[in-house]
């Protein structure tokens, strides 16, 4: 198993388990994504001892195909036969992030700054670079619109106001990685 119940796309993670015959086996050891679709990570060649148990431990990485419940089948293959097959126990691959936000201040003058410190996460608590776009909206309506580089699942941001509308704003962030996984956060709101 994967020891996980939610992986993002692009994690590595590891199966593990065992292989045993009771006769000698010489076949192709296949590790296979099971979603609404199939997608096969791994391939090789294994040689099995009768009664003699042969462990396995293989780092895979989630590709960006597939989403949703999913399994990894072990199966081992001779002869284009599959002769032994088991699988992983249900977990769930998911583009989603987690993330926290802290907006200096509720209300603000036109003219002051705003500071803005965001923390982001893969579900895991993993932190990622990837890129964070903030719309200060206004009655449902972008007013200004930047994007940002996210470092080590972290960003700062300083909000100059001077060429705003007074009113209340709301902060939507959207946050993504370069395996695709993304989030769109309501971030907080303020008064100007």
């Known amino acids: 198993g994967l020891g996980k119940s939610v992986v993002n796309i692009g994690d590595e993670t590891v199966m593990f388990g065992y292989l045993m015959r009771d006769a000698d ?3 192709t050891f296949k590790l296979i994504l099971s979603c609404t679709t199939e997608q096969q990570l791994l391939a090789k060649s294994i040689s099995l ?4 148990k042969k462990d396995f ?3 895979i ?3 960006e195909y597939l989403e949703g419940a999913c399994v990894i089948k072990a199966l081992l293959d001779q002869a284009g036969k599959i002769i032994d097959q088991a699988s992983s126990p249900t977990f769930t691959i998911s583009k989603d992030l987690s993330g926290t936000f802290k907006i200096d201040k509720e209300k603000i003058k036109r003219g002051d700054s705003l500071s ?6 893969k579900l895991d608590g993993t932190p990622f670079n990837g890129i ?3 719309h200060f909206k206004q009655s449902g309506t972008d007013v200004f619109v930047d994007t940002v580089q996210v470092n080590k699942g972290k960003f700062s941001y300083k909000y100059d106001t001077k060429e705003n509308p007074s009113g209340q704003y709301a902060l939507e962030i959207i946050v993504q990685d370069v395996y695709g996984n993304a989030k769109t956060f309501q971030a907080g709101s303020f008064l100007i």
Do not use: M, Y
């Open 132 to 134: 964070a776009t903030l």
């Open 61 to 63: 990485v989630i590709p």
């Open 25 to 27: 086996t010489i076949g």
């Open 116 to 121: 803005i410190d965001a923390t982001v996460t």
């Open 57 to 59: 431990s293989e780092n």
């Open 49 to 52: 001892k009768a009664n003699i």
